[in-house]
């Protein structure tokens, strides 16, 4: 048995109350994380834990245990760590949270990340909303617009570049939305992240403009929310990450292209600058670069001199629409970064 790792899980268990959540969390099954906490208390000879159908709870032998358990583990870690500066590796696990989206994008790219620091170790976790960074420990995490909690240290890597877009299917039913304030008279699917999410922020010659929007669908999942826009569902505000393609291929089409959607800050956020390890900062690097090395993603950068395939990938010259779809891409994208106000995240450093 692996002590220090079914310390871990017991743990977490005690502060979550769920094999199942547990398990998710650490991409195991429920069944490998029980049998984690079931050799725990067999080492020691007590039950730790009650299990019921609707909860797990700890135990009296398992309450005492947990100050000594808790000890150890961060006696370990700080081990890890210390041995990790004395050689000049990153060493250990970094628990990083982000959106959809990012996270889908990062994972493709974590390889070399790994390949180049061979004792680090990350688990990725997805979100579309906020998150406790120390009750759910985690080391850092990308947020999407302002961040407000002075508590945080927050670092400003790039910006977003969404779209508007629609299928061809439900233009068909309803006249193409020629203005931002056009969007009142249609169904708009609201993406819910942040709470008043049915408010969608436009740039245009003569400044920024808001809309309220309103229609019969909302979802917290980007991914869900692309679906129902290809559906013919409605009208939706979505990254470039996630409908780039479908633009490309014709599947969506971009809406108001004059009047681009408003760009927001991406945000690197963790708990404390203090005695930051090895494996976060390095961890932090590998997200500077990687959302710089993206044109449309580069915070005020200028995306007049690349081509359709370096922002779209390779798939644009395989779709019948490729060409006139990607023209409309990068005329939006380049409108969006040269005349967007990207809004200043705080506690920036």
Not at 183 to 205: A, E, M
Request: with cysteine; net charge neutral; glycine share 6%.
């Amino acid at each position: 048995m692996d002590l220090i790792a079914a310390l871990r899980a017991f743990l977490r268990v005690g502060q979550v109350g769920s094999f199942s959540a547990v398990a998710m969390e650490r991409g195991l099954t429920q069944p490998a994380i029980s049998r984690q906490v079931s050799a725990l208390e067999e080492h020691f000879g007590t039950r730790l834990v009650q299990r019921s159908t609707h909860a797990v709870t700890l135990t009296e032998e398992g309450r005492q245990l947990v100050p000594a358990a808790q000890q150890l583990v961060d006696s370990a870690d700080a081990l890890m760590e210390t041995t990790g500066r004395r050689r000049g590796k990153a060493v250990g696990c970094v628990r990083l949270s982000v959106p959809a989206p990012l996270g889908l994008y990062f994972s493709k790219r974590l390889g070399a990340l790994l390949d180049k620091h061979d004792e680090l170790s990350i688990d990725l976790i997805i979100h579309d909303g906020p998150r406790d960074l120390i009750g759910d420990e985690i080391d850092l995490q990308v947020c999407v617009g302002n961040v407000n909690d002075s508590a945080l240290i927050s670092r400003r890597i790039g910006a977003t570049t969404p779209f508007l877009v629609a299928a061809p299917s439900y233009l068909k039913r309803r006249a193409a939305p020629e203005t931002p304030a056009d969007l009142q008279k249609h169904d708009c699917i609201d993406y819910r992240r942040w709470g008043q999410d049915n408010v969608w922020w436009f740039t245009s010659p003569e400044g920024t403009v808001s809309v309220s929007v309103r229609g019969r669908f909302r979802a917290n999942d980007s991914e869900a929310v692309r679906l129902a826009a290809l559906n013919g569902h409605g009208i939706a505000l979505l990254s470039h990450l996630v409908v780039a393609d479908d633009i490309s291929a014709g599947r969506l089409r971009v809406l108001i292209p004059e009047c681009p959607p408003m760009r927001f800050p991406l945000t690197i956020v963790y708990p404390s600058r203090r005695n930051l390890p090895p494996r976060v900062r390095v961890v932090i690097d590998f997200l500077n670069e990687t959302i710089r090395a993206n044109p449309a993603m580069k915070d005020g950068g200028d995306v007049r001199a690349i081509s359709s395939s370096e922002l779209l990938g390779p798939k644009l010259d395989k779709h019948p629409a490729s060409a006139a779809s990607s023209c409309l891409l990068i005329q939006s994208v380049r409108d969006d970064i040269s005349r967007s106000t990207i809004p200043a995240s705080s506690h920036v450093d």
